[in-house]
């Protein structure tokens, strides 16, 4: 499976494989969000049923594929030249990720829907994460934005020390497992809120990304004898999807040694996708949650806009009487459509042309095997 081809300032080094996963991520999370009404209907409460009940988890799948695309970006640069341009890649990230970022901030400022200070110091200095605020989706951001800083900054280090992929792998692997005994300790002591949202209790998710892209990089034998067991990944997601259904629900198992679970869970889907997507890559469904996958920061960035004009169909609806059922199908399909248009277009707007400006200024560099950009998951998030 290549991660190359396509064309255009977002499509350079795309693959619809990992467009679906975003896809697959920023439904739902959207679905998490989205407000809706209570039916009897049995098979609108069977689609609810995931996106309600543990759609937010859609964050955690979208923090392993970036660390998968970003990690991807230095460790394959790491295993042709033995070091990173780490200040290249912090400035090609910034063009990437700050100005929508930013336009989002100003846009808040300048509509008044929250007080300043609720949201402007937090996001302008990227400490929301630990500060709160009141534009709730964008916890997520700083935790990849501290992940930005701290991985070159790792690989640095791994580059001046000569390590090699195994031991990269290994002690990637030890931070992942302090982080998880640091989380659960913050657990067991009531930091619910820390364990959530605070970067030295998530990052392990990013890394496990990471240590999937290490091997997929810099041991390319070892990562197609994963890729081959197929059953074993399909068992792997399997039992991803039981601990969804029947963990998520206790917060502190969850919040303690699930969000582990998970990335490891979505590291075997991300590979089960990448290697056995097959003919459903042609199907409709799949290209078409690919596509919603394309513009999912965009979308991840504005989805909550959504939410008012859905509680207003609600209303509208309710008051004319419409049947809880139908009402659920309009209010959910109006609060996705408003969301991917208003992604799509800011995404358009905004985002590709400071791609094409960063494109200019600091073009990626190529060798004579592979290119250095693969797709990337927008910090997205979530």
Known sequence: MKLFGGTGPAKAGRAIELDFVRGIAIIAVMGFHFHAVHTDNVLLQIIEYPLKNFGREGVNLFFTLSGFLVGGLLLRQYAETGHVDARRFIVRRMFRIWPAYYVLIVFHVLAGRHPWNTFLFQNMTHLQNYLGTSITQTWSLAVEEHFYLVLPALLLLFSRLRLGAWTIIGVLSAICAVTLTARCFAVAGGDLQGAFAYTQYRIDSLLIGVILSAIYWMKPGIYHQIAKRKWLLIGSVALLCAWLVLATSNIALDESIGY?????????????????????????????????????????????????????????????????????????????????????????AIEYPFLLMRNALFPEKRSSSVREEVPVASGQLS
């Open 260 to 348: 582990t679970i998970q990335a490891l869970g979505f590291a075997a889907l991300i590979v089960l996708v990448l290697e056995y997507s097959g003919s459903l890559r042609t199907t409709w469904i799949y290209r078409g949650v690919a596509w919603v996958g394309l513009y999912s920061y965009g979308i991840y960035l504005w989805h909550s806009l959504a939410l008012a004009p859905g509680d207003m169909v609600i209303r509208k609806a309710t008051a004319l009487g419409l049947a809880p059922g139908v009402i659920w199908i309009v209010a959910l399909m109006a609060q996705f459509v408003i969301a991917i248009v208003i992604g799509y277009v800011t995404t358009r």
